[in-house]
T-cell receptor, first 116, second 108 residues
């Protein structure tokens, strides 16, 4: 049982490049989400999904796309990287968005992205 | 709007001193509240859930509905407690809302 797996762990991009951050979970969680973590800003929600085929925007969605074709995977795509997207990205999952009391969220280990 | 506030960005205490990390929430209703901990450059880990009223690593947190608070407490701080702590709230129909975090530094 690997939990939530994120790849890559580190990435350097040039401005304008695109890339996909991968997130996979093996806990049969319905709910998955992406956060970015910046100093002094805490965790800010980018996109989330309550099940396969269903996605929605969070607080800071601009510049990012997501899709959820399977229960296990929730990739985050940067369309045209900008220096403002330099951050640490965390994927999190849970059995359900609406019923988290007993479990909370399980987080991945993060992807540290630098855009130059 | 739902909001979770952690008023202190940084809290420094001496080893053996009591610790209290503050968390306040806004919005009516009965939120599900959590404390997460993040040790240096690691993933966030669930520390406490208000529903369970448990004590983990000596930490406890009590929900005070009158003050809309969920402060995290420990009677005697240890060096290994140095980390980033996030309070989070869930109101059932939206994703968890996280506070901005408090960095706890325990000085030997």
């Amino acid at each position: 049982n690997a939990g939530v797996t994120q790849t890559p762990k580190f990435q350097v991009l040039k401005t304008g490049q695109s890339m996909t951050l991968q997130c996979a979970q093996d806990m049969n969680h319905e709910y998955m989400s992406w956060y970015r973590q910046d100093p002094g800003m805490g965790l800010r929600l980018i996109h989330y999904s309550v099940g396969a085929g269903i996605t929605d925007q969070g607080e800071v969605p601009n510049g990012y796309n997501v899709s959820r074709s399977t229960t296990e995977d929730f990739p985050l795509r940067l369309l045209s990287a900008a220096p403002s997207q330099t951050s640490v990205y965390f994927c999190a999952s849970s059995y359900s968005m609406n019923r988290v009391a007993n479990y909370g969220y399980t987080f991945g280990s993060g992807t540290r992205l630098t855009v130059v | 709007a739902q909001r979770v506030t952690q008023p202190e960005k940084l809290l420094s205490v001496f080893k053996g001193a009591p610790v209290e990390l503050k968390c306040n929430y806004s919005y009516s209703g009965s939120p599900e509240l959590f404390w997460y901990v993040q040790y240096s450059r690691q993933r966030l880990q669930l520390l406490l859930r208000h529903i369970s009223r448990e004590s983990i690593k000596g930490f406890t947190a009590d929900l005070n509905k009158g003050e809309t608070s969920f402060h995290l407490k420990k009677p005697f701080a240890q060096e290994e407690d140095s980390a980033m702590y996030y309070c989070a709230g869930g109101w059932g129909n939206t994703p968890l809302v996280f506070g901005k975090g408090t960095r706890l530094s325990v000085i030997a």
